[in-house]
């Protein structure tokens, strides 16, 4: 996102937890001005919107990872919720109203019936686990806020998305990592994988942060915008593609610890309402998205 605003050109603040990791924006050098902030703690949030004065407030902080939130729960809901909750009431008391994106989930929506794909944003909302929850929890708020107070919120619902310097605990980049440390010689050849027959709507990150910007930029406050590929793909495509990439041959095992509760079978966006109001869809191909993103793990295991 920080990228993307400085190719067009934006002055750009971001807030790090304290003591966080910096090596994904470590690239970006003095390009952005940090602020250490916990969005938790109220005061330290009202002190740095009011020294910034932001015009435009790209709300992506959270924890993302489903997995980790069935691990906790609580901290998902209190980290998601309350640090957004600060973030806007921050906004009322500086008197300020910038146009803000509130960042949802495909989660959100949970087991869709399968006469719902793809899914529309009046898709009823039935999220399957704890992150799911939070983030209708964050997307009603935006919505409240907006209502109650006037704020310009807009809301999305991004689909899945990918790029080199996701996490680990993600699925995709997973196997990724392993494939590039089984070629360095650093684990056996297998590749360990939970459900893999599941489909999701994959996009590529830079894509994705495209649409946030034309949403929020040109979304209606108060609306919701769904953000996807509108293409279905199975996981075990996905493999297979690092299996064929791999300057090794692999193995493939099922791996109890990476089964998630409530595993949704297919998810796939219908994003016609963002492109008739942006002109918003897709550019990049998923092949080349995965093949960036191996690239980038066989790197780190050379460095």
Not at 10 to 30: D, M, T, W, Y
Request: net charge negative.
């Amino acid at each position: 996102m920080a990228e993307y605003l400085l190719t067009d050109g934006i002055e750009v603040f971001g807030i790090l937890r304290p003591k966080s990791s910096r090596a994904n924006i470590s690239h970006l050098g003095q390009a952005i001005a940090l602020y250490e902030v916990e969005l938790t703690a109220a005061p330290e949030v009202v002190k740095v919107i009011r020294e910034i004065r932001p015009e435009l407030i790209f709300h992506l902080a959270a924890q993302a990872a489903v997995g980790k939130s069935w691990e906790d729960p609580k901290g998902t809901l209190v980290n998601n919720i309350i640090g957004q909750l600060n973030v806007l009431e921050a906004v009322i008391t500086t008197h300020i109203n910038p146009k803000t994106l509130i960042l949802g989930s495909q989660e959100e929506y949970g087991m869709p019936y399968p006469e719902e794909l793809p899914i529309k944003e009046e898709n009823p909302l039935r999220p399957t686990n704890p992150y799911g929850v939070s983030k209708v929890a964050q997307d009603m708020m935006g919505y409240q806020y907006f209502c109650s107070h006037g704020l310009h919120c807009v809301r999305v619902r991004p689909f899945s998305h990918l790029g080199p310097r996701q996490r680990e605990e993600f699925v995709v980049p997973s196997l990724a990592k392993q494939t590039a440390e089984a070629e360095a010689g650093l684990r056996e050849p297998v590749l360990r994988v939970g459900n893999i027959e599941v489909k999701r709507d994959f996009t590529d990150v830079r894509d994705m942060v495209r649409g946030y910007y034309l949403a929020l930029l040109k979304g209606e406050a108060g609306e919701v915008y769904n953000i996807g590929s509108g293409k279905p793909t199975a996981l075990k495509s996905v493999l297979d593609f690092f299996i064929t990439q791999s300057k090794v041959a692999l193995s493939v095992e099922q791996d109890p610890s990476r089964l998630r509760h409530g595993d949704v079978a297919e998810s796939v966006c219908d994003h016609s309402k963002l492109k008739a109001k942006t002109g918003w869809q897709p550019e990049i191909p998923l092949e080349q998205t995965l093949g960036e993103i191996l690239e980038y793990w066989r790197q780190r295991k050379r460095e």
